[in-house]
């Protein structure tokens, strides 16, 4: 099944380029430092109902420069998508508000392998009002048309085509269930552009310039490329590998569906 994944990847990928992309930033230090000082994501990072795991993954993940990129006010629609445990939904609840509301997405397959992200196990230990749950394979979100103002992924778009997802419907549906002017913001693990399909997904990794190619021609305009290069990392193997993992090259995608609600050509 990842097979007709890979192939659905490599007939999209075959397709000439359609937009112009702005150049990739590496200025990680003025990045960080802006996006700390910005006084809701301060305030989200210091909410009291975060765990202690969860406030100690934020220096490594850089949380701050995803929060940034994403950009989401009170009163907004986020999507979470493979959210896992809910480390980046907990987030987006403090900054979208009461007004606003977070999905939290896992598939069916993580949670039979992780029974914590079972979404009532995750109630019995995140309480907020303005915090939802969705049980779908990648393929199978629901929703109405233009009912997201965000779509978030960290660190889980690899993940896409080792449970056989379809990557070309999977961004075909992000297109769909954005606003207008609404945003995808994808954070992972990047991978050596040369090395074939199949064996960056092996490795926990895709490379930037891979997403960067679907999200195109999924119709949206990508508006930023972080680049967060590691010294500790060699992409030639899994992100999992002792000294490597938590300490990976990584990026930052953000992508724009146009105002005017049609895809990009």
Same mark, same amino acid.
């Given at each position: 099944?990842?097979?007709?994944?890979?192939?659905?990847?490599?007939?999209?990928?075959?397709?000439?380029?359609?937009?112009?992309?702005?150049?990739?930033?590496?200025?990680?230090?003025?990045?960080?430092?802006?996006?700390?000082?910005?006084?809701?994501?301060?305030?989200?990072?210091?909410?009291?109902?975060?765990?202690?795991?969860?406030?100690?993954?934020?220096?490594?993940?850089?949380?701050?420069?995803?929060?940034?990129?994403?950009?989401?006010?009170? $009163? !907004?629609?986020?999507? *979470? =998508? %493979?959210?896992?445990? /809910?480390?980046? +939904?907990? @987030?987006?609840?403090?900054?979208?508000?009461?007004?606003?509301?977070?999905?939290?997405?896992?598939?069916?397959?993580?949670?039979?392998?992780?029974?914590?992200?079972?979404?009532?196990?995750?109630?019995?230990?995140?309480?907020?009002?303005?915090?939802?749950?969705?049980?779908?394979?990648?393929?199978?979100?629901?929703?109405?048309?233009?009912?997201?103002?965000?779509?978030?992924? $960290? !660190?889980?778009?690899? *993940? =896409? %085509?080792?449970?056989? /997802?379809?990557? +070309?419907? @999977?961004?075909?549906?992000?297109?769909?269930?954005?606003?207008?002017?609404?945003?995808?913001?994808?954070?992972?693990?990047?991978?050596?552009?040369?090395?074939?399909?199949?064996?960056?997904?092996?490795?926990?990794?895709?490379?930037?310039?891979?997403?960067?190619?679907?999200?195109?021609?999924?119709?949206?305009?990508?508006?930023?490329?972080?680049?967060?290069?590691?010294?500790?990392?060699?992409?030639?193997?899994? =992100?999992?590998?002792?000294?490597?993992?938590?300490?990976?090259?990584?990026?930052?995608?953000?992508?724009?569906?146009?105002?005017?609600?049609?895809?990009?050509?």
């Amino acid at each position: 099944m990842m097979r007709a994944a890979v192939l659905a990847l490599l007939l999209a990928l075959a397709a000439p380029a359609i937009a112009q992309t702005p150049a990739p930033r590496t200025d990680i230090a003025a990045l960080l430092k802006d996006a700390k000082a910005d006084p809701a994501i301060k305030s989200a990072l210091a909410t009291k109902d975060r765990s202690v795991d969860a406030r100690v993954r934020d220096e490594g993940r850089m949380v701050e420069l995803i929060l940034k990129a994403a950009d989401a006010r009170p $009163g !907004q629609r986020v999507l *979470d =998508v %493979g959210s896992g445990g /809910g480390y980046l +939904a907990l @987030l987006f609840s403090s900054l979208v508000g009461e007004k606003g509301h977070v999905d939290i997405h896992n598939t069916p397959g993580w949670i039979n392998q992780f029974p914590s992200m079972d979404p009532s196990v995750q109630k019995a230990r995140i309480k907020r009002a303005n915090i939802g749950w969705i049980t779908e394979p990648w393929n199978g979100i629901p929703g109405e048309p233009n009912s997201y103002d965000i779509i978030v992924l $960290g !660190q889980v778009y690899h *993940d =896409v %085509g080792l449970e056989a /997802g379809d990557y +070309a419907a @999977l961004d075909k549906r992000f297109f769909e269930l954005l606003k207008p002017g609404g945003r995808v913001v994808i954070e992972d693990h990047d991978a050596i552009p040369e090395m074939y399909f199949a064996q960056q997904l092996n490795l926990h990794r895709i490379s930037h310039g891979d997403v960067e190619g679907l999200m195109l021609r999924a119709g949206f305009a990508m508006t930023d490329m972080i680049l967060i290069e590691s010294q500790y990392d060699d992409r030639r193997f899994n =992100v999992f590998r002792p000294g490597v993992r938590g300490r990976t090259d990584r990026f930052i995608a953000t992508f724009v569906k146009p105002a005017d609600g049609k895809p990009l050509r």
